[in-house]
């Protein structure tokens, strides 16, 4: 099994490498956190959702090089980054290590995009921020969030986060490498649209770095975590924002992004028909469209736009 998961492993960085995409490590106060960087220009930190990592982004990196310079991070305990035993994974706890590794690499101003787990911290981070009248966010991009308004997480997150639910978690879907394309299949809207190197890719941290075990201990502040959320959106309606989401995303649900957007007073809604959660992977050429447009516009619709739907890829 290790001898896969290395040949797995060294397919990643061939990948990445042939896309100008270099990996780094940097140490930070809780651990030693790995992220991608590529490309040049204003910077942009991707921030992955909870089972994810860097992987996630390897299509849209490529896409946003020629604009950005692009920083896509493992959090702590997750993908390939280092945790140390009783780390703290709340939101804000995540959010400040995030602003500790952009002072670490020299990050000036920054545009952020989060998706999913992700899409929390983002949204902590910006909070952080603005508390603070730290001026370097210049731009959200919000991927289907964890938010106050999909009922999803509410339910089956404090089952997942209690001691029988971990237990379940990681006596079935964490070892049982036959499951890994039930799980990764409700997450997309069409199944067909699961790239070949997902399974393998997502199934990497799983087994080098234990990120099921990390993501148990995340998902038990879960209940309190989405509190602090809906009592830090407020603080954040004046940064300009884009949200993308699928209209067949069964975790994060597509009615919730209607009354997220109303909490901005400058943001846009792309929906994306027929995709589920991971539409970076399921439809990326829609979603890398539609974040460049965004990114290089300078301006973005009122709170007043409709959502802007799009077809699959």
């Known amino acids: 099994m290790r001898k896969t998961l290395s040949i797995e492993a060294e397919k ?12 780094h490590r940097i140490n930070l106060a809780g651990g030693s956190m790995r992220y991608l960087k590529a490309g040049s220009g204003p910077a942009i930190i991707l921030v992955h959702g909870l089972m994810g990592y860097s992987f996630s982004w390897r299509f849209t990196m490529p896409a946003l090089a020629p604009y950005r310079t692009v920083y896509a991070v493992d959090n702590l305990g997750l993908g390939l980054s280092s945790a140390p035993e009783g780390l703290d994974c709340r939101l804000r706890a995540t959010a400040e290590r995030l602003l500790q590794f952009a002072n670490a690499v020299g990050i000036g101003d920054f545009d952020l995009l989060g998706t999913s787990h992700g899409g929390g911290v983002a949204i902590m981070t910006a909070a952080l921020c603005a508390e603070r009248r730290d ?23 404090p089952f997942f ?8 978690f990681r006596n079935s879907i964490e070892r049982w490498r036959g499951l890994d394309y039930l799980w990764l299949r409700r997450l997309f809207g069409d199944g067909s ?12 941290p799983v087994l080098e770095n234990h990120a099921f075990r ?3 201990h995340i998902v038990k ?7 602090e959320l809906e009592r830090a959106l407020p603080t954040i309606r004046d940064y300009p924002t884009l949200l993308i989401w699928g209209t067949k995303d069964r975790a994060v649900h597509f009615i919730s992004a209607e009354p997220l957007r109303r909490n901005f007073r400058n943001a846009r809604l ?19 469209r539609a974040l460049v447009e965004f990114l290089t516009a300078g301006t973005v619709a009122g709170p007043a736009a409709a959502p802007k739907k799009m077809g699959q890829s």
Do not use: C
């Open 270 to 288: 792309v929906a994306l028909e027929g995709v589920g959660h991971l539409p970076y992977e399921e439809a990326p050429n829609e979603f890398n």
């Open 214 to 216: 990390h993501a148990s």
């Open 161 to 168: 986060g209690s001691p029988l639910g971990a237990l379940l």
């Open 221 to 227: 502040n879960w209940t309190a975590d989405l509190a």
């Open 135 to 157: 001026p370097r966010i210049k731009r959200l991009v919000l991927v289907a969030p964890m938010n106050p308004w999909s009922p999803r997480g509410k339910r089956l997150a």
């Open 12 to 23: 990643q960085e061939e990948t990445f490498s042939s896309a100008g995409v270099v990996e």
């Open 193 to 204: 649209k699961i790239p070949p190197d997902s399974l393998a890719g997502y199934r990497v």
